[in-house]
């Protein structure tokens, strides 16, 4: 995460949700008040895209660029992305118009923008909950995608205090959760979605309810491999390599031949560190299976354990502790997979 922010713009109240870094002050705060504390009402904003012409004639494109303004730390107008002409921002300071409502029930935890401002995140604190017998922090976790990768989401986010791993189930897995795409409508779909997002929190309930379910059942023969190759899917080969399987030495001239075996030599090798690799993480992810079965017995073998399993892989293996993609992005994703086949496995 470090690494990811933009700047120094990071909010944390008390003890931020999923890390220990940036400037913790104690205080309850309305998403507009924490903004005091992170600069992050950047204005962000579309520009037509041109293309030269061998002439030098300038034609516009039908897609725009992306802009953010110049910032204290950053005094250019950075291009964040490349996206239809369809694509509509929201402004920071009217998001937080429209949670402001909702933040006074539910103060912000943690605030921040990531890279060149292309993401920005928030939590807001909905208190605790009993999950599978451990004490759980529970947070609704809003960002915004500004790059064209992504919408605006609300999910809600559970975290395990024991270990602060965060418990992330895809944005399916909860009517309160919401997916909003950049489009013209956005600062109306928000607006209409936060002013009954009240009236929805009684959903969060479902997402407990679930994964307590998940510490009621044993895993039976093979269900323990059917989560870890959701999690973890067998690694893919690189295309040229697959469009090069079949062809024989008989099929093609000598030279031909040559050059096909020297391309794809190190597309084999690129292929066997693929699925090394993520033989490497399966591994770790079953390692933390069997300690966590041993740390808590009442718990061993159940969904629970092996999605706990998986969420602690992804939470802290190597060369991801300090991104953020544990709350969205490929590793919240891998736990939304493991998450979705382990309540299959409840029957």
């Known amino acids: 995460m470090p690494a990811n922010i933009f700047g120094e ?10 890390h220990r870094i940036g400037t913790v002050m104690d205080a309850d705060a309305t998403v507009s008040e924490a ?5 992050i009402d950047f204005e962000i904003y579309t520009t037509p895209t041109y293309i030269t012409l061998p002439d030098g004639t300038q034609v516009q494109t039908d897609h725009n660029a992306i802009m953010r303004e110049p910032t204290t730390d950053d005094p250019h107008h950075r291009i964040l992305s490349v996206v ?19 933040s006074e029930k539910y103060p912000v935890e943690t605030m921040g923008a990531l890279g060149h401002g292309e993401k920005v995140f928030l939590t807001l604190d909905a208190g605790e909950s009993l999950i599978a017998g451990e ?10 995608h500004r790059d064209g990768l ?19 189930t895809g944005l399916n897995q909860a009517k309160v959760s919401v997916s909003l795409n950049h489009n013209r409508m956005i600062k109306a779909d928000t607006q209409w979605y936060t002013q009954i997002f009240n009236s929805m929190l009684s959903a969060q309930d479902t997402v407990v309810a679930q994964m307590n379910q998940l510490a009621e059942f044993d ?14 899917p067998k690694a893919s080969p ?5 469009l090069a399987n079949g062809i024989t030495e008989d099929d093609v001239p000598k030279d031909t031949w040559i050059t096909i075996l020297n391309d794809t030599k190190h597309l084999r090798d690129e292929y066997d560190k693929r699925v090394e690799r993520v033989e490497k993480i399966r591994a770790g992810a079953m390692e933390r299976f069997h300690v966590f079965n041993d740390e ?13 399993a998986v969420v602690e892989t992804e939470d802290y293996r190597r060369g991801h502790a300090d991104s953020a993609t544990a709350l969205f992005g490929q590793r919240a994703n891998t736990k939304a997979r493991a998450f979705k086949t382990a309540l299959e496995c409840c029957r």
């Open 9 to 18: 713009r990071f909010y944390g109240r008390r003890q931020p949700a999923w």
């Open 35 to 39: 903004m005091k504390y992170v600069d």
């Open 84 to 102: 239809g002409g369809d694509w509509t921002p929201i402004q920071m300071r009217d998001l937080a118009n429209f949670l402001d409502p909702i």
């Open 135 to 144: 004490d759980h922090k529970l947070f609704y976790l809003i960002t915004d």
């Open 150 to 168: 992504g919408a605006l989401q609300i999910a809600f986010t559970p975290v395990r205090i024991v270990c602060q791993n965060t418990l992330t």
């Open 219 to 232: 895993l039976e023969d093979g269900e323990v491999t059917k989560i870890l190759n959701s999690a973890y």
């Open 238 to 242: 690189p295309r040229r390599l697959t």
């Open 296 to 308: 808590y017995p009442r718990l061993a073998n159940t969904p629970w354990a092996m999605w706990q």
